[in-house]
Each structure stands twice: as C-alpha cells, then as structure tokens.
C-alpha cells in the first residue's frame, strides 16, 4: 500500500502543470537595464525585446539580432531554443503581472536582465 501511495503522489508531481507560470509569461516585453555585475555595464539600450507566446513560441530581438523559436518553463528556469541553435537556459528571478528579471551568465560574468511588460 505504501509503494501505491507513493507511485500516486510521484505521478501527481509530475503531472502537475506550471501554467499560472505559462500566464504570467505571455505578452510583450521591453528591456528597462541589464546590467553586467562585474563592471557595472547597462547593455540595455532599448534593444531587447521578447514576445512570449501562450502556443510556447516566442519571438525577440536582442542586440539588434532578431529570432523566433520554441520556450518552456521549468523549475524556476525558462528555456528557449531558437530556430536552428541549441537550447539555452535562463534563472527567472522574478516575475509578476508587470515585471521579468532574468540572471544569466555569458562567459562566466553574472548579468541580470530586467523587462517591464510593454502596455
């Protein structure tokens, strides 16, 4: 009866969805800063965008480089895989109804990208 119980409470865990997360995601997104820790350095200047999709697709322009691709959420991290490249991943420091922070590393330096819901 234990190994039951625990094979129910397994398969619920996983079967468990993130879609408030998925909801939250959805819309427009413009950058405010990204900042890189190291040297201070704002890379923003208004050249980072991202459209996440409800159908899991997104589509953005970072640096002037404009690319659509697949994304998926998964504990506490968004992972997005541009059409023709390899998968990359990102730790979601927050996210509400107005506001997407993401840490990432390039290069080993720590830069935390900061997105204000386009109105």
């Known amino acids: ?13 996983i079967s468990c969805d993130n879609t408030e997360e ?3 995601i959805a819309g427009e997104w ?3 800063q990204w900042i890189v820790e190291s ?3 704002d890379r923003c200047n208004d050249n980072v965008y991202f459209n996440f ?6 589509a953005s322009k970072i640096t002037g ?3 659509t691709g697949v994304y998926k959420l998964a504990n506490g991290l968004l992972y ?3 059409k023709g490249k390899l998968e990359i991943g990102v730790e979601i420091n927050k996210l509400n109804n ?3 922070q993401f840490i990432m590393s390039r290069a080993g330096s720590k830069e935390i990208l900061t997105l204000l819901r386009k109105k």
């Open 1 to 13: 009866m234990k190994k039951l119980i625990v094979v129910v409470v397994g398969l619920f865990l």
């Open 22 to 24: 998925y909801d939250k």
């Open 39 to 41: 040297t201070g350095e």
């Open 98 to 100: 107005d506001t997407l």
């Open 65 to 67: 480089e404009e690319e």
């Open 53 to 58: 999709k409800r159908d899991k697709t997104y």
């Open 80 to 82: 997005s895989t541009p």
């Open 30 to 32: 413009n950058c405010t």
